[in-house]
């Protein structure tokens, strides 16, 4: 329990970890033997899913729950504070890794194949033909790959979402003002707005794909670039539902009284991850559609 004088609150002995380990093993494990084409694999992801979804909502409940009897001090708030920092930190080192394979494909192996340093002579040997232009759209193996069409464009579906993104950017904060102001109707109007323009980006998306899959043929086996397309933007369509559905959380707790003006770490979290997700798009755009 939390004392007067600073005591740091420990909870009691939780099932909630071993729930969620078991989850995200399902879901993994489903996910790569789906890829590898195993029949049980879909199954398993979802029975995954469903197991990390009871978790991830008997958990949070239990947070919000301690919060709302006054159990957490400041250090328990500074604990949760340099939590969530090391968390979206490890997000970005996620993202990292996939904008260097990007950045590896564009900058330096296509090149390379292409003859750009004379002591590399695989391209010869193997594919004589070899055109090292990105976007990766000459297989030199075409009857190996689901060769793409056309690429994506940047100044369609993907400039909307730049627009969507960047304004739910500008939603949130004014939500975080009103709160800090004590206006709870700003709070709430300035959420709900910023949960619809999230709910939309992944509609749009979704929508974006169904295009690139049944007219322009771009998969995640079109190649080098159908893949590192599909993990950026997919990755990242992921997280924008993950912090839509956190903003959402946090709406229905404005609209039930939850949050004062000195006290709503929850919602400064969920801003946080949500700016987060808007800066990864900015480079998607950048780098992925437009560049």
Known sequence: MTEAHGGYYVPHGSHWPLLGSIGLTSTLVGFASKLHGAAWGGTLMLIGLAILAVMMFGWFGTVVHESQRGLYNDQVDRSFRWGMAWFIFSE?????????????????????????????????????????????????EPDKFDVPKHVMEAWGVPAINTLILLSSGVTVTWAHWGLKQGNRGQLIIGLAVTVALGFLFVGLQAFEYHHAYTELNLKLSSGIYGTVFFMLTGFHGAHVTIGAIMLLVMLLRSIRGHFTPDHHFAFEAAAWYWHFVDVVWLGLFTFVYWI
Not at 119 to 139: G, K, Y
């Open 92 to 140: 970005v080192m996620f993202f990292s890794a996939f904008f260097g394979a990007l950045f590896y494909a564009r900058v330096l192996s296509i090149p390379w194949l292409g003859g750009a340093d004379p002591r590399e002579m695989t391209h010869l040997l193997l594919w004589p033909s070899f055109e090292a232009i990105w976007p990766l759209l000459h297989m030199p």
